[in-house]
Each structure stands twice: as C-alpha cells, then as structure tokens.
C-alpha cells in the first residue's frame, strides 16, 4: 500500500552526530487503511538524514516494535517530500539549510 496523506507531523525526539547524520523520530497522524493492512496500532516515523546527502525513512510500530522499510515506491512522492522537508527543519545540521 501506498503511504499517503500524512498529518500532524511533529518532533518526538533527535540524535545528532556532528557531520554525520541526523536521527530523529517523528510522529504523525497515518491513515487508517495503512495501519490496517501493515497491522500496526502506534507507528513513528524514524527519519535518518546524512550530511552527505540522502535519507531513510523507517516506520517503526511502538506496540509490536514492527520495523517496516519503505521503498521510495511505497511512499507517495509528496507526502516523501513532506516527511524530509519537515525532518530537515527540525535537524540540528540542517536548520540552517531549510530557512533559505
């Protein structure tokens, strides 16, 4: 299934590793039809940004400590976009960057 409309995105907590990467995790409102087919009841979004360049995005289910990889064919581009963009303004290394 395809992830989708994602709301309410707010920072839940952060690991910084200077000139490395960004770790944060993130919760958010995901739609029901997803938690019913991944079989989750309390997901966050694990976001890994590199200084380098790129990221992952990992689903992780609190309740059944589920970890779900989702390709970038599995996220819809714009709700990607979203998850990154407010990862990125939410980063220690990355702050900066966004606010141009």
């Known amino acids: 299934m395809l992830l989708r409309d994602l709301e309410n995105l707010k920072l839940f907590s952060q690991l910084s590793l200077k000139q490395v990467e960004d770790r944060l995790l993130i919760t ?26 790129g990221e992952r995005i990992k689903i992780i289910d609190e309740y059944s400590a589920k970890i779900y990889h989702p390709t970038k064919q599995e ?20 702050r900066e960057l966004t606010k141009e």
């Open 28 to 53: 958010a409102d995901f739609p029901k039809d997803f938690l019913m087919e991944n079989k989750m009841r309390d997901p966050f979004l694990y976001v890994i940004l590199y200084t380098r360049g």
């Open 75 to 94: 996220i819809d581009p714009e709700t990607r976009k979203k998850i990154v963009l407010f990862a990125r303004s939410q980063a220690k290394q990355f």
